[in-house]
């Protein structure tokens, strides 16, 4: 089964430090793609970054970039800069391309920015 | 541009009543689809559609059922609310499929007592 595994419900960091939220994902598949998706507290999702299984270069997206570890099977977001508006739920998922097109979402991380 | 409207946002049934979740995008979006948002969980898929008149089933569809007859709109309908549907709903569109990129709506909060 697929599955897609967040270990930090909720971690909590300054504004403008740096900070990288973990995602471990099982999945026998080979062509696939991985997001992390962030859901402020107005509860609108928005999608923060994409991975492409083949692409070796990591993402990057302004401040938010991924470490994407294929053989290791981990997908963890850093945030440079943090800043309060990036305080919100952040969820890792992913999609691979023969499935019924059916994302795989993780639990969740509660991250907060203090002022 | 509103991009997927969902309606209502709020929401109180009791147990056995039905009701329809409204789903409107003005994107032009070929591919939609309906979740559930459970405490401490991902998403679930409950339906998606990847076009006018085609629909299937996704994670989670007993109790619900889905139509799509424009590309615009995609309402879900709770056949008889139960306390385990308690839950907040999204939907979603996407340019493409599989969708790459979803576009969400803020979502019914749904409470059945």
């Known amino acids: 089964a697929q599955t897609v595994t967040q270990s930090q419900p909720e971690m909590s960091v300054q504004e403008a430090e740096t900070v990288t939220l973990s995602c471990t994902y099982d999945?026998?598949?080979?062509?696939?793609?991985l997001f992390w998706y962030k859901q402020p507290p107005s509860r609108q999702m928005i999608l923060v970054i994409r991975?492409?299984?083949?692409k070796q270069q990591n993402a990057t997206e302004n401040r938010f970039s991924v470490n994407f570890q294929k053989a290791a099977k981990s997908f963890s977001l850093k945030i440079s800069d943090s800043q309060l508006g990036d305080t919100a739920m952040y969820f890792c998922?992913?999609?691979?391309?023969?499935?019924?097109?059916?994302?795989?979402w993780g639990a969740g991380t509660k991250l907060i920015i203090k002022p | 541009n509103a991009g997927v409207t969902q309606t209502p946002k709020f929401q109180v049934l009791k147990t056995g009543q039905s009701m329809t979740l409204q789903c409107a995008q003005d994107?032009?979006?070929?591919?939609m689809s309906w979740y559930r948002q459970d405490p401490g969980m991902g998403l679930r898929l409950i339906h998606y559609?990847?076009?006018?008149?085609?629909?299937d089933q996704g994670e989670v569809p007993n109790g619900y059922n889905v139509s799509r007859s424009t590309t615009e709109d995609f309402p879900l309908r709770l056949l008889s609310a139960a306390p385990s549907q308690t839950s907040v709903y999204f939907c979603?569109?996407?340019?493409?499929?599989?969708?790459?990129?979803?576009?969400f709506g803020s979502g019914t909060q749904l409470s059945v007592l």
């Open positions: 979603a569109s996407s340019y493409s499929t599989p969708p790459l990129k979803l576009f």
């Open positions: 994107m032009n979006h070929e591919y």
């Open positions: 559609s990847v076009g006018a008149g085609i629909t």
């Open positions: 999945t026998s598949e080979s062509n696939y793609y």
């Open positions: 991975q492409e299984a083949y």
């Open positions: 998922a992913f999609i691979y391309m023969d499935s019924n097109y059916q994302l795989i």
